[in-house]
């Protein structure tokens, strides 16, 4: 896929490792002014072709102070979340919250910093990290992280809707699984990394876990793409199926 961004100010958070990762490099391949944040700085240190912060998406003074000094963000990429797991019997209050905090809330103070200056200049497009378990489709052990990524859909499909007069466009990136750091992690905590890898990839109808670029460029597609707002983009080698 091609598409120029040149002349776009495109703010990544979770840049350092990941999806986020891949998608600041996507970004930057496609022309934008990319600023990647993370908590991780080593992990943002070797990106290169961007200017990057660290930021940590849970701190609202240091939302409000990295977005002021972005300059204006024609793109925001909002790719911080975290995985919970277990049922709903198997969340406490603390993790409830954190898990909230960080898949939700984050978003909600990213979108309330660079929103203004998108209205102001009648244009923007905002790009939130959701996921298949969500209300897309009920999955086993994902019981908090679906309830949140499920709300990540109900709010790309709010600020659409309030903000579609006003130039700007909201979506959503609803991927399966993805090959990054937290999957491997996951996989590991299992205690048989090779028997979780084979059965998380006999959930894709595609028969393999996704890449990385697969969903970067997706974003790309979305910071590019003037004609689709408020919608879900499933990219999930065909397990919501
Ligand atoms: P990852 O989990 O390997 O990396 C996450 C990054 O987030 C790390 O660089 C970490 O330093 C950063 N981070 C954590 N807390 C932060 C904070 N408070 N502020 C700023 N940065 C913080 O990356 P991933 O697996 O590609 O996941 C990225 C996003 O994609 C998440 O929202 C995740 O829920 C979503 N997602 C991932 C998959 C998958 O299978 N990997 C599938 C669907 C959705």
New binding site residues.
């Given amino acids: 896929m091609s598409f120029d961004l040149t002349g776009q100010r495109v703010l990544v958070?979770?840049?350092?490792?990941?999806?986020?990762?891949?998608s600041a490099e996507a970004f930057v391949r496609a022309g934008a002014s990319v600023l990647a944040?993370?908590?991780?700085e080593s992990?943002l240190a070797t990106l290169t072709g961007c200017d990057t912060a660290r930021?940590?998406?849970?701190?609202a003074a240091s939302v409000a102070q990295v977005c002021a000094q972005a300059g204006p963000v024609d793109v925001l990429f909002n790719?911080?979340?975290?995985?919970h797991g277990g049922t709903v019997l198997d969340c406490t209050e603390d993790e409830l919250d954190f898990a909230f905090d960080?898949?939700v809330k984050?978003m909600i103070r990213m979108v309330q910093a660079v929103l203004p200056g998108m209205v102001d200049r009648g244009s923007g497009a905002i790009i939130n990290?959701?996921?298949?378990?969500s209300s897309v489709k009920g999955v086993p052990n994902r019981c908090v992280?679906s309830t949140t990524?499920a709300a990540v859909l109900g709010l790309t499909k709010s600020i659409a809707a309030d903000y579609v007069a006003s130039g700007i466009r909201c979506n959503a990136?609803?991927?399966?699984?993805?090959?990054?750091?937290?999957?491997d992690?996951r996989l590991a905590a299992t205690g048989d990394y090779d028997t979780a890898r084979a059965d998380f990839i006999a959930r894709q109808p595609l028969g393999r876990?996704?890449e990385?670029s697969e969903?970067a460029d997706l974003a790309v597609y979305l910071a590019a793409a003037t004609y689709t707002t408020g919608q879900a983009h499933c990219i999930d080698g065909g397990w919501a199926l």
């Fill in positions: 958070t979770a840049a350092a490792q990941g999806i986020g990762r891949a944040t993370d908590l991780n992990g930021l940590d998406v849970l701190n790719c911080a979340g975290f995985v960080l898949n984050s990290m959701s996921s298949v378990a992280y990524k990136i609803c991927p399966g699984t993805v090959q990054s750091p937290s999957l992690d876990i996704a990385a969903i």
